[in-house]
């Protein structure tokens, strides 16, 4: 095997590993609150979506709970990602 190679072969693997780890951190939206998501961009309220939905307002409230309590988990996984103690924890042998 060529350094070439080898170079190749340890950057799919540390790409791999970092695909994972973006993949374990950032759950995906349900169906559900994707729907009720794209309700929400339109403007309409948490009783028009419920009863387009075919659904309760209180289910309609706890799926968008569910996108924001995501998006804060995701904008805090970034953020310790790029603070200095995370730049320096990574650079450590």
Excluded: N, Y
């Excluded at 070439?4 to 790409?15: A, D, G, M, S, Y």
């Excluded at 169906?31 to 289910?59: D, F, K, M, P």
């Amino acid at each position: 095997m060529t350094a070439r190679q080898v170079q190749l072969c340890l950057w799919r693997r540390l790409e791999a590993q970092r695909t994972q780890q973006e993949d374990s951190r950032d759950p995906a939206l349900s169906r559900r609150e994707t729907e009720v998501l794209r309700h929400l961009t339109t403007g309409q309220e948490v009783g028009a979506i419920a009863r387009q939905l075919s659904v309760s307002e209180t289910a309609v409230t706890e799926h968008i709970r569910s996108v924001f309590r995501k998006a804060r988990a995701r904008v805090e996984a970034d953020r310790a990602e790029t603070s200095p103690q995370a730049s320096l924890e990574s650079s450590e042998p």
